[in-house]
Each structure stands twice: as C-alpha cells, then as structure tokens.
C-alpha cells in the first residue's frame, strides 16, 4: 500500500550480489550488480527527469578505480548523425552557473590533463559558436605560471602553407 512499503531484495548468484529496494531511504540499490540495459528500439535507453535544482541529478563516485576509466561512451562505428553526448540548457536563470565543469582539485596530480581532444580525422578539433556580443568567447583566467608558457601551439613543422595562427 502506498506509504506502508517493505524493504525487498533480489538475490543474485553470488555472495553479496543483490538489488535491494530500500523503502525507508526510498532507494534501488544494486550491490556488487551491473544494471545492464539493452535497448533495441530506436529510442533512449535512461531518462532522468529530475526537478532537482541545488543537488546533482547524475553523480559518479568512484574512490576505488585507480586505473580503469569512469565513463566510456562507444558509438561501435554506428552513430551516423548526431551528437556522443549532448549538454542542452533551456534556463532563463542569469544566475552564473557551468554548463560543464571539469576539476582537478589535487594540487599533486601534476601528471593529469583537464581536457585532452584527439581528433584523428581531416576535420575541426574544437567550434566555438557564441553569440556573445559583448562579452569573452575565450577567456584563460589567473594563470598562475611564471617560467612557462600561457598559451602554446606545438610541433607545427608539418604545416607547409596556411598559418600557425589567424586573427582577423
């Protein structure tokens, strides 16, 4: 009955392995479990409809994995149009807010990139289509190096015409 729910769980084959509906967090939990979802239709596989608007509506924590990845996404050749992943944002809100924000917050981790793209076809690494009018399209803030380089394009020996850079 609504309001009066029991704590269930489904066993798997090993020891541990389980799914539990936990009623007083109100919470599926997969213990030691791989939700596994295989979606033959042409239509998405997760929808999250969430009306959260301080917490994380997606949220990986992942204090064991040390080498693996966290999050791969594979097209297996047949994403013909498209996009791999797609961030939309509809909000009227001028509250300051990232759309994406990617942190490194070990100071230690010297040997870690924030970003790395590999584009190994003929085509545009990186498009940035801003209708800002009157403010930055790209802006590197408070760099704090003081014997390197700020911005630097490398290994360039390839080009034979064209330029290193074009401001117009």
Not at 32 to 48: C, K, M, P
Not at 140 to 167: E, Q, R, S
């Amino acid at each position: 009955a609504d309001d009066a729910g029991h704590d269930v769980i489904f066993y798997g084959n090993t020891a541990s392995s389980n799914m539990t509906w936990d009623t007083s967090a109100d919470d599926l939990i997969l213990n030691d479990s791989t939700l596994y979802i295989n979606q033959d239709d042409n239509a998405g596989s997760v929808l999250i409809n969430s009306e959260a608007d301080t917490a994380q509506t997606f949220y990986i924590d992942t204090p064991a994995n040390t080498t693996g990845n966290v999050i791969i996404a594979h097209s297996c050749d047949s994403l013909t149009t498209g996009s791999m992943a797609y961030f939309h944002s509809d909000s009227d809100s001028t509250a300051t807010r990232k759309l994406v924000n990617i942190i490194n917050d070990n100071t230690a981790a010297t040997g870690a990139t924030g970003l790395h793209i590999q584009q190994d076809a003929n085509q545009k690494s990186i498009v940035i289509d801003s209708a800002s009018t009157t403010n930055h399209v790209m802006r590197i803030d408070g760099p704090l190096t003081t014997t390197g380089t700020v911005f630097l394009i490398d290994d360039a020996d390839a080009l034979t015409t064209g330029n290193i850079a074009k401001f117009h």
